[in-house]
């Protein structure tokens, strides 16, 4: 198969993966909106919806360890700073504005954190060994979910309670989290991230960036999807879980979710390598793109620190109206990130990792 040129031949700015971290990024504060803003019960459309921002920013996470590794040439150290980096803001989030003991409920954030660094020993391995590692975390997770047990109730105790006295809990019971139950445990999403990792290797070469708008790519993730989505809906336990008010289907995540996700990413893929080549207006989610992982720590904030304590239930055309409110306050402050990151010219990594390079 010939590769295809994407619009952009600059190794180090994929205009398609800027556009769907935006899109991943957008999709995140609607949906980590809802427990806290959306009167309940959510539409299933806006569930589905709500549902493709975690695996596909995981994905995403997963493919830039590629281009860092193949491209940029980056070491082991260099993944372990960045994630460490990453775990980091995940703690100081739990701590500073849910008041809740790190390294407990496993976010998305610590999810990502610990899968730089094994993405990076995993694109060290050999095709055959990398099939093995990823169809080993795909197979052990519902063996684990029945053998184990899961609740669907991630574990959050508060900072306060600890400081006075009150027990943590187990050692058993963190790694349960952290394996199985926690909001996004390395059983299955480890295996999305490093299929993330091995996707970037076929999508950067030297020689440029290769679209994913091909033919034959296009047929097999709309059979990926297609056969993924009949399974996940016709297995579709009646109403999933909704912890804490967390509308995604993912909870438990199934390996009819993880095959019906898999085809979606692959799909947006495609669709965001053609409407790259058409020269769309999609620079709002472009520019968010750059600076995810800024914009996911100051909707986080605001959500904790301004939304949540006003404890408000509001009918669906409210919602919508705020969450429009919302993300243009947040692409407004990407654009300000963004001319902030060409007036600094060589930031130190910290802030390079946060505001995007």
Known sequence: MTPAQ???VVPFRDLSVDLLRGLAIAIMVAA????FLLAPPAPFWLRVIASVAAPLFIFLSGMMVALSFRLKKHTFSYFLLRGGFVILLGALLDLL???MVPFLDFDVLYLIGISLPLAYLFLNLDLRKRVLVLLSVILV???AQVFFGYSGL???VPVIPVLTGSALPSVTDILHQWFIEGWFPIFPWLAVALLGAHAGTFRWQESGIRSFADRQLVLLGGGVLVTGSALFWYTLPGSPLTPHGYVELFYPPTLQFLLFITGLIFC???SADWLVTKRWHVWPLQVLGQC??????VHTIIIELCIQPLQLQVPLPLY???YFIFITLMIGLACVIRSLRLILKHPPFFIRAFIGG
Not at 32 to 35: A, D, Q, Y
Request: positive net charge; without cysteine; aromatic residues 10%.
């Open 97 to 99: 504005t849910r008041g």
């Open 154 to 156: 991630p574990l959050s």
């Open 141 to 143: 997770t519902p063996l």
């Open 292 to 297: 995810s992982l800024a914009i996911y720590v």
């Open 6 to 8: 994407a619009s952009t």
């Open 268 to 270: 947006l893929f495609f």
């Open 320 to 322: 919508l109206a705020g």
């Open 32 to 35: 980590n909106l809802i427990p």
